[in-house]
């Protein structure tokens, strides 16, 4: 590692987090794409990415980089999630997708992360647009077999997905592959991808080449997760992306799921390099309590409250990248800043966002992150709308109502429903649900999401 103003020496790294120097297995690189086509041509797959003439895009590039293990990739320790891409009219504004990832590029961000299920399909496209406007070896692209619906499940459905995949994309190799969302039941992962010859049938792509990183997204019952790293020695998994943040740290438990902690400790202890989504849970940890923000911000006034989620996932040195869904250039920006370099949090640091999350965490939210996958509601309902809205009246303690005895009972009471009121508009309301439990299948999360929204409405009803 080079020793300028950028390097963070590995020992001064671990030490700043409060992590053992055994327990760390990833190397943090600072200088872009240098070195990237020596290791290639000691481990590669293929040569995507790793050409001997690479160049950093930017001389000045200050972001950090993370190594791969297996194909030895310098990935961009900031990745671009292209699930929630700039929209203009409903559709994708690809003029502007093309200046955020042309201005990724060019401070070094170099990993791209979609799926067939994003945007109706058509973030793949819009990303294939975009990145085939660069040379090939700037990129690494990540996709996922998103065959969420049953009558996908044949391997003949699933390799037309997949295929369609490298059309979009325009590409002739696809970097990092997922098995997408695996999360419901055993039952449910048999049949999407064990019995039906899936995952066999990717295995056999990595082996051609077609496939340079294989691994899943996990969202769910942990049950599936320890089935699948019980694989590893006949698998041999390349990455696994996990849902991660100082919050689900230590409370992501659910009926199905468990904290994150467990997922990172159990990948670490694999030695399988993690991919982090949800690093500001849906957004939840860039609008703090205001007391908790304050707090934050009075410790580092010229950081925003996003970037204590981001340095806290990227002070963990077994993760591989961080995806954010940069919708608005002012956020790519911001996040850019933040990752170039990375400033690791320290003991302190880490001890406060504990105390954060401790707070946050006290009054149960709905674990929506925003992801969309249950948008349409064939009812007009705007459900991750209605869940933002509670979950900031819980954030900000207007929830969960005193008794009602007490003497703010009421004011409360009337608070709720009156910026429920203001904030979403009436054919948006829970009142609208039908209980159709159309969205139950497409929720990652495995949220009761009728259940719920019958709490709002019942909070709100009783304030007409």
Partial sequence: MKNDAHDVSRRDFLRRMGIGVGTAVTAMVLDPFEGMAETGRKKKRNGVGQTPDSEPLHPSA???????????DRVSLLGYGMMRLP??????????VN????????????????????????SEVAMGIALSRHPRDKYLVATKMSNFNRNDWTLERSKQMYEGSFRKLQVEVIDYYLLHSVAGSMDELRGRFLDNGVLDFLLEERKAGRIRNLGFSH?????????LLSMQDEVHWDFVQIQMNYLDWRHGKSSRNTDAEYLYNKLDKLGIQAVIMEPLRGGRLANLPDEAAKELRERRPDD?????????????PNVLT???????????????????PLDPCNADENALLERVADSVAGFPTVPCTACNYCMPCPYGVDIPGNFAYYNKAVDNHLLPLPDKSAPEYAERARQFAEGYRQTLPEAAWATKCADCEACLSKCPQKIRIPNQLGRIVELTRKRR
Wanted: glycine share 12%; no cysteine; hydrophobic share 30%.
């Fill in 87 to 96: 929209s203009r009219d409903r559709q994708i504004d690809q003029d502007m």
């Fill in 304 to 316: 925003s409250i996003a970037s204590w989620a981001f340095r806290w996932v990227g002070s963990h």
């Fill in 322 to 340: 961080a995806l954010s869904g940069m919708t608005t250039m002012e956020v790519l920006k911001e996040n850019v800043r933040t990752f170039s």
């Fill in 219 to 227: 969202h769910g019952d942990v049950r599936v997760f320890d089935h």
């Fill in 99 to 122: 200046q955020e990832v042309d201005y990724a590029l060019e401070h070094g961000v170099n990993y791209f992360d979609t799926s067939p299920g994003y945007h109706g399909g058509r």
């Fill in 62 to 72: 200050g972001m950090t980089y993370r190594i791969q293990h297996g194909t030895g």
